[in-house]
Nanobody, 127 residues
Framework: QVQLVESGGGLVQAGGSLRVSCEAS????????MAWLRQAPGKEREFAAA????????YYAVPVKGRFTISRDNAKNTVYLQMNSLQPEDTGVYYC????????????????????WGRGTQVTVSS
């Protein structure tokens, strides 16, 4: 069993930066691909970024590509999402998720596509 706990959310002005973190408990973290998903108010959850268990392969959704960077530190059982050039449309709850698979370029926002989920951290970008 793996538990995921997100942190680092908050309020930031448009154009600013924020880094959210997700710490995992359990012994299998370095065998899990990790992903960040987000859900804006009144909208469906969407995939943002994923990183392989080695950290060597990443994949980004078009809306965040070039602005967000996903990384991981397996020694700390932690995955990060560095978010730059934030815009009001980036506002939402950011969820960390883990899966014992790699979906290539076909990452889903479906709950059953992932084995473990965190509870989320709120990110608010003011205009």
């Amino acid at each position: 069993q793996v538990q995921l706990v997100e942190s680092g959310g908050g309020l930031v002005q448009a154009g600013g930066s924020l880094r959210v973190s997700c710490e995992a408990s359990g012994r299998t973290f370095n065998k899990l691909a990790m992903a960040w998903l987000r859900q804006a108010p009144g909208k469906e959850r969407e995939f943002a970024a994923a990183i392989s268990w080695t950290g060597l392969t990443t994949y980004y959704a078009v809306p965040v590509k070039g602005r967000f960077t996903i990384s991981r530190d397996n020694a700390k059982n932690t995955v990060y999402l560095q978010m730059n050039s934030l815009q009001p449309e980036d506002t939402g709850v950011y969820y960390c998720a883990a899966v014992e698979a790699w979906y290539g370029s076909s990452w889903s926002s479906s709950e059953d596509a992932y084995d473990y989920w965190g509870r989320g951290t709120q990110v608010t970008v003011s205009s």
